[in-house]
């Protein structure tokens, strides 16, 4: 049964999915979709045209599908999804998409958008993306699959963040972080790869070992950057997720890539991955 609280403002037009829960104060624009299974706690907002996949939860004062920070917007009718799960914490706020960019902001599955985040229009999160406290991303920000952002980072429109990558808190993140890699500082540096992840998402240690000697190679050694690319294109052959992240280094970008720190480290310590 879909439990709607009686002081819930819910448009007609709308549409709401079987077992949602819609509580005190909430405001649910004309072309919404509810999917199945959706909670919006409180004091919740959902305008624009914007779906929330099913088991969606949204916490007290959160806003999504409102229209986009940019003055070149006229109420064109652009759009906002958010992925089967996702979690929406306190005070978050998810900006529907402009006609500058795609047309798009889009939340995967089974991410978790912390208190006071704020997502811009235009993103792109994929799935399992976890925003923590207080960060704030720019329009078109990219971010790949089971990427960690922590709390009061800032990342600049345009940007985009690969897989499996690790952004430290407090960080402002101005160009492009590569697949498994982890970057922190203001501004942001590579410091490394994300081994804690991918001990903890499954990667073997022949796996890991091949991702630590591309990083070296590409970040650490002299010489000239795409004679270094060619090298490690050619040294791991065949390898996956090396070849992974030397796509996402050729592909286009507005921001270029981030670039390594000082104390730069691809892992060389003991591990125990076996």
Request: hydrophobic letters at 45%; proline letters at 4%; charged letters at 20%.
């Amino acid at each position: 049964m879909t439990d709607i609280h009686p002081t819930a403002a819910v448009a007609p037009g709308a549409v709401i999915g079987q077992g949602c829960r819609i509580g005190p104060a909430c405001v649910v624009g004309p072309e919404v979709v509810l999917e199945d299974g959706v909670e919006l706690v409180s004091h919740v907002v959902v305008d624009g045209i914007t779906r929330l996949g099913a088991g969606v939860r949204v916490f007290p004062f959160a806003t999504i599908g409102m229209a986009p920070q940019d003055l070149k917007y006229k109420g064109e009718p652009t759009r906002c999804e958010i992925g089967a799960r996702t979690l929406v914490r306190e005070h978050a706020t998810i900006h529907r998409g402009s006609v500058g960019g795609a047309g798009l902001t889009r939340v995967g599955a089974d991410c978790m958008i912390m208190a006071v985040a704020h997502v811009a229009h235009d993103c792109t999160l994929h799935d399992r993306v976890i925003i923590a406290n207080n960060v704030m991303l720019g329009g078109h920000v990219e971010i790949g699959d089971t990427v960690f952002v922590g709390g009061g980072t800032a990342i600049h429109q345009f940007v985009r963040i690969g897989r499996q990558a690790v952004i430290g808190g407090m960080s402002g993140v101005e160009a492009d972080v590569i697949p498994y890699g982890s970057a922190m500082g203001n501004r942001a540096r590579m410091i490394g790869l994300n081994l804690i992840g991918l001990k903890r998402r499954g990667f073997s240690r022949q796996q890991i070992h091949a991702l630590r000697g591309a990083f070296r190679l590409i970040f650490k050694e002299p010489g000239v950057f795409n004679d270094r690319l060619a090298r490690a294109e050619e040294r791991w052959a065949g390898d996956a997720q090396v070849a992974e992240i030397l796509a996402f280094i050729k592909a286009p970008s507005k921001r270029g890539l981030c670039k390594a720190g000082r104390d730069v480290d691809a892992g060389d310590e003991d591990d125990d991955t076996n």
